[in-house]
């Protein structure tokens, strides 16, 4: 059982006014009384960082992965457009020439 007489008491001696020791008091009851049921423990923090480490290690993999894929992506969209570009340039040379035949300008 807790006496708060006797802590109010020592408070005062302590150099607290009455009205300060009880409200130390007060705040020390109710806190006591505070439900902690819900809190998590030690182990169940530690299990909970050990689950988070591994999957951010299983998603930091996986964006590394993605981002591999991606540059090859990139790299066979450029060669596609530079072999489209040549294709294009090496076609429309063709048509300039042949017009320039047609009109005898060559």
Known sequence: MFDTYIHINE???????????AVIIKSLLDSRETDISHLAT??????????TNTQFA??????ASL???MKAMVLETQASILKWMICTMIAFTGIILSGMK???LI
């Open 58 to 63: 299983k998603i930091e993999g996986d964006i």
């Open 42 to 51: 030690k182990e169940q923090v530690a299990k909970l960082e050990v689950s």
């Open 67 to 69: 981002r591999s894929e």
């Open 102 to 104: 047609l009109l005898e």
């Open 11 to 21: 408070l005062k001696k302590a150099g607290f006014n009455e009205e300060q020791a």
